[in-house]
């Protein structure tokens, strides 16, 4: 038997019980949809991981507040503004020490109440994570020192508060206490620590006031003197910390590379657990073939027993049938990456627009690889699948199959 | 001479069904063993078939008749005794030889037409030249010309369920010639037709004969029984005349 008659025959047999087959092919969209998804938002977040930290510079050393280290003590606060003073102080290899205290704060302007992430920050940290003010001014050391109720919003600020005007020197409530607005962000998508187009920047003063846990920072960013010079930045900062802190270890380190590694790594463990989930998905697929193949198979054993009195060997039969299922399967690794493709990117949009806390902005990149491995899978799938009801019809005794009623 | 060539030649082929008791009808052929029950539908049958012959196999219901033109058209293997076709045994080819076979040398007329549904007439003819590689444009080209030999070339674009009962024997008489075989197998081509189109597929069939091919038509038919040059009765699994 020729190809094309598989493909004409399988055609044929499949458009008979047309919604059968819907809602097989149903099955593989879903299965093949999910891998695409899976994988573009993975591929997605990896290029955007790595655009941000390298975007961060090289020299950059990251003091993380460690929650959950088990050598922390009652008597320790974690990342205080003294260990930040302190760093300033006898870091030698330190070019600029800035506080981190992020704060989830309900901002309020004109009717309009959102939740972003507030920042407690200081005057240095746009020179530190590269980000640039594209109207007014960022926050400085008076601001710091005095307290002063004025912040700074991220490019995307505006847009989610429905306000097209200039905010620049207009007041707006964080948390039900009135700021002053002093500058606005040029629009820049990530940094690792924080997505600086949701935040609202505050005085780190500020902050820890309107903090329950007032004295703890979140992150203390240290930018090195020299690139070359960063893991012993990171040696000297560790052995500092650690004499500060009593011999406490409740901060971790991070250099750029670590950083990147760890970020890889957390995002391919959540690409293989979705991965699991579309696997699993493709598997009841496939049993959603299986069936249908089988149901067509009991249709059709007096059709196979003619094929098969005319001349139809064994492995044509086998043969027409794994076609039927490539077909279903086909149609559905086709159908299923346009789906992918396109629930992928709305989806990122969705999590973009009501995560604003994610450390960054989510994309989906669908390459050629993530097309390719999730339309491999469906094919194996229903070859499969299909394999179990080929072999069930190839068997069928001619005799027994042309009695059949 | 052509004629006197064997195109068949069957001795004593046994054949044997291993069935559950419910199923096994005929309790005199059948020998208990546990839950299955051993019968035996043919019980020895020796058989020599000329090339070119008019043949018909009579006999009553349960006398091994279909059972006897199922293993001539090789869609059966006999459980014993030896079977040759144009020379050449048959008995020990394997699934995919025979399926070969079947293709190249023999046409079946089943009584239930056995005609795909879904397929237009023309599609159905076809059927055997899709499993010999037959290139799209020339099996169309033969299934019309088979369609014209048995006079329905005007309905070839019909379904069988569009046909009368005749017309569709007609059109599984074109699907058994369109490959060219050498045996014509026909098992009650008129049994479930009115007497015209009985008659009419009757003398298709023996049109085709007389064009050379080899006919076997098992009947229990009067009116074709008299048709025919050599009649083989079968009674019990055995052939009696």
Redesign the interface.
């Known amino acids: 038997?020729?190809p094309?008659?598989g493909v004409r025959i399988g055609v044929?047999?499949l458009t008979?019980s047309w919604l059968r087959s819907l809602l097989s092919i149903l099955g593989v969209v879903i299965g093949v949809g999910t891998l695409v998804v899976m994988i573009s938002i993975g591929e997605g977040t990896k290029r955007q991981i790595v655009r941000s930290v390298e975007a961060m510079g090289s020299n950059l050393v990251v003091i993380e507040n460690s929650m959950t280290a088990p050598l922390r003590r009652r008597e320790t606060t974690g990342l205080s503004l003294r260990d930040v003073e302190l760093l300033k102080e006898h870091c030698h290899l330190a070019k600029a020490v800035v506080p981190l205290k992020m704060l989830p704060v309900k901002v309020s302007y004109g009717g309009m109440t959102r939740l972003l992430v507030g920042q407690g920050t200081a005057a240095e940290l746009p020179r530190v994570a590269n980000l640039n003010v594209v109207e007014g001014r960022f926050l400085c050391q008076k601001d710091v020192d005095e307290f002063a109720k004025v912040c700074v919003l991220g490019a995307g600020v505006p847009k989610r508060l429905g306000v097209r005007e200039s905010l620049v020197n207009k007041f707006l409530a964080l948390n039900g206490q009135g700021f002053r607005v002093v500058g606005i962000l040029k629009k820049k998508d990530y940094t690792k620590f924080i997505n600086p187009d949701i935040c609202v920047f505050i005085p780190v003063t500020v902050c820890q006031e309107m903090s329950e846990n007032r004295e703890s920072l979140s992150d203390i960013l240290v930018q090195g003197v020299s690139s070359h010079l960063v893991h012993r930045t990171k040696q000297e900062l560790s052995r500092l910390m650690k004499f500060f802190h009593k011999g406490s270890v409740d901060f971790t380190l991070w250099a750029q590379d670590e950083l990147l590694e760890r970020q890889k790594k957390v995002t391919e463990t959540l690409q293989k657990a979705l991965g699991a989930i579309a696997l699993i998905a493709l598997i009841i697929a496939g049993i959603g073939i299986m069936n249908v193949l089988l149901a067509s198979v009991s249709e059709r054993i007096?059709?196979i027993?003619?094929?098969?009195?005319?001349?139809?060997?064994?492995?044509?039969v086998l043969i027409q049938f794994v076609w039927e299922s490539l077909l279903l399967t086909v149609t559905g690794g086709i159908l299923g990456i346009g789906v992918g493709v396109a629930a992928g990117n709305w989806i990122c949009r969705i999590l973009t627009v009501h995560l604003p806390q994610a450390e960054h902005k989510w994309i989906a990149v669908t390459s050629p690889q993530s097309v390719v491995v999730s339309f491999g899978f469906a094919l194996v799938t229903g070859v499969f699948f299909g394999l179990y009801p080929a072999v069930k019809a190839a068997r069928l005794d001619?005799?027994e199959a042309?009695a059949y009623e | 001479m052509d004629e006197e060539r064997t195109a068949i030649q069957l001795e004593n082929i046994e054949k044997v069904f291993n069935m559950s008791r419910t199923a096994a009808g005929h309790a005199d052929r059948a020998v208990r063993r546990g839950s299955v029950v051993a019968v035996r539908a043919l019980k020895g049958v020796s058989l020599s078939v000329k090339e070119g012959e008019l043949l018909g196999i009579t006999g009553p219901s349960g006398s091994g008749k279909s059972t006897l033109l199922h293993i001539l058209g090789c869609l059966l293997k006999p459980t014993s005794g030896r079977y040759t076709l144009m020379g050449r045994p048959v008995e020990s080819l394997n699934e995919y030889q025979l399926a070969a076979l079947r293709n190249r040398n023999f046409g079946f007329v089943f009584q239930a037409f056995n005609l795909l549904p879904r397929l237009s007439a023309l599609d159905n003819v076809q059927l055997p030249l899709v499993y010999n590689a037959t290139p799209p444009w020339r099996r169309r080209e033969m299934a019309r010309e088979a369609l014209e030999q048995v006079g329905l070339s005007q309905r070839a674009h019909h379904r069988p369920g569009e046909l009368s009962g005749g017309e569709q024997q007609r059109v599984a008489i074109a699907r058994a010639l369109v490959a060219n075989p050498s045996v014509i197998l026909a098992d009650e081509p008129t049994g479930n037709l009115d007497s015209e189109s009985g008659k009419s597929v009757l003398e298709t069939l023996l049109a085709l004969n007389e064009k050379g091919k080899t006919v076997i038509i098992v009947t229990h038919e009067q009116a074709i029984v008299e048709r025919m040059p050599r009649i083989v009765k079968l009674r019990d699994g055995l052939v009696t005349a």
């Open positions: 038997m020729r094309f008659d044929r047999s008979a007096r059709e027993g003619i094929r098969k009195a005319v001349g139809a060997s064994p492995w044509d001619p005799c042309l």
